[in-house]
Nanobody
Framework: QVQLVESGGGSVQTGGSLRLSCVVSGSTFGAYAAGWFRRAPGKEREFVAT????????QYTDSVKGRFTISRDNSKNTMYLQMNSLKLEDTAVYSC????????????????WGQGTQVTVSS
């Protein structure tokens, strides 16, 4: 059974930082593209960042460019999201996902999803 477990969420003031982790078990993480998504209260889920299998292909949604960094360590079956200069509008439940094909991941076409971790940014 494939499981994705996120951690690292919490409450932080504007301008602060958090580092999310996504640990994968039950499958070979290195065989999948992966990404981070978020859902804010009352809004649709949106992609935040995606990364291909080797880590050489990365995409960010415009609102987080220059502030967030996605990375992965296939040897540890883990993906990360470093979030700096956090803003109120970054408040959301952040989930990680895996997909066999990288190109569709930004559209949410993922095979496996984690349960999510709450990130709350306050002033």
């Amino acid at each position: 059974q494939v499981q994705l477990v996120e951690s690292g969420g919490g409450s932080v003031q504007t301008g602060g930082s958090l580092r999310l982790s996504c640990v994968v078990s039950g499958s070979t993480f290195g065989a999948y593209a992966a990404g981070w998504f978020r859902r804010a209260p009352g809004k649709e889920r949106e992609f935040v960042a995606t990364i291909n299998i080797s880590g050489t292909g990365i995409q960010y949604t415009d609102s987080v460019k220059g502030r967030f960094t996605i990375s992965r360590d296939n040897s540890k079956n883990t993906m990360y999201l470093q979030m700096n200069s956090l803003k109120l509008e970054d408040t959301a439940v952040y989930s990680c996902a895996m997909a066999p094909i990288y190109s569709g991941l930004t559209s949410g076409r993922a095979l496996y999803w984690g349960q999510g971790t709450q990130v709350t940014v306050s002033s």
